[in-house]
């Protein structure tokens, strides 16, 4: 029978390197581009940034409390059922 030996891993050629350089470069290219559009980016100004953030609260806290009045409403509902 003998022994099989299996046959070697292909060596990596010019063009496999060269692929990596093109894949390495448009990496590159990729995060250039992402720094000039964080450059064109127009931030909102320290009383903007909270205006916002009070009114998402605002909005969070007040669905918060209908969602707990009208869980509050059903769990008496199905007790009112369930104690018949």
């Not at 050629?13 to 692929?19: P, V, W, Y």
């Not at 720094?35 to 980016?41: I, L």
């Not at 609260?57 to 509050?72: E, K, N, Q, R, T």
Request: aromatic share 10%.
């Amino acid at each position: 029978m003998g022994v099989r030996v299996p046959p070697g891993l292909p060596s990596r050629g010019m063009e496999d390197t060269i692929k990596i350089g093109i894949k390495m470069k448009n990496v590159a290219q990729f995060f250039d581009g992402v720094g000039k559009e964080f450059a064109k980016v127009i931030w909102p100004s320290g009383t903007e940034l909270i205006g916002s953030t009070l009114v998402v609260l605002a909005i969070v806290f007040a669905f918060s409390c209908y969602l707990g009045l009208i869980d509050h409403m059903l769990a008496r509902v199905m007790s009112i059922i369930l104690s018949w």
